[in-house]
């Protein structure tokens, strides 16, 4: 895993260089194979039900993801990552449900959201595009990094139905790719990737789709 000291970190036009140009495909790719890996330690626990929630199943998630961790690089494992912006009136600054943070600066990440999906569950679908991907593409979420992750609880319904309905809907978006499988990540097959155009500065984004079914 290519990654760099980040108290040295080099600045272009007054912003910070892009944390997956550092990390380079093989730091992204075990950043996967590790929430990966706790993903198939948390599916044999049997500890998630249909009736659980998203921040109830991203919490056992994470509690695996931390038994996984490699915690000899220069990232470390943030869960429910605060942006801190403030804003006025009633709730709470964009929170990412989990990344990888770079020691500096703070909003230096490769970033996780996760989303409950359900067969026919168009709120849910609705979600998973306006509350996840889109937020990566204003620049919500992982302003510096080009490349994230989504990822869709399965906890009912067809897997394969599911996916194509996400499929169709990310295929809508702004997009330079639309959403196609990729290479398994070790033994786990439903690995997706799609490649948008960001809203604020037109730059390519890339984001992976993990598609988690606990039915």
Known sequence: ???????????????????????????????????????????????VTPDMSEPEITEELYYELLGVWNNKTSLRPIHEKSHGR?????????????????????????????????????????????????????????????????IGYITSGNTGEIISEIKNRVDKTRNASKMGKSDPINSFNEHYKSVHKREIDFSLFQVHHLFFSFA
């Open 1 to 47: 895993m290519r990654l760099a000291d980040r108290t040295d970190q080099q600045f272009i036009s007054g912003r910070p260089k892009d944390l997956a140009e550092e990390l380079g495909s093989d730091g992204i790719r075990t950043i996967l194979r590790i929430i990966c890996a706790a993903y198939i330690k948390l599916r044999n626990s049997g500890v």
């Open 86 to 150: 403030r804003k006025t009136g009633p709730g709470k600054t964009p929170t990412i449900d989990f990344c990888f943070r770079a020691i500096f600066p703070p909003n230096s990440y490769f970033g996780t959201e996760c989303k409950l999906l359900k067969e026919n569950d168009n709120e849910r679908y609705k979600d998973y595009i306006a509350g996840g991907v889109c937020r990566y593409l204003t620049g919500k979420y992982s302003e510096n990094c080009s490349i994230g992750s989504m």
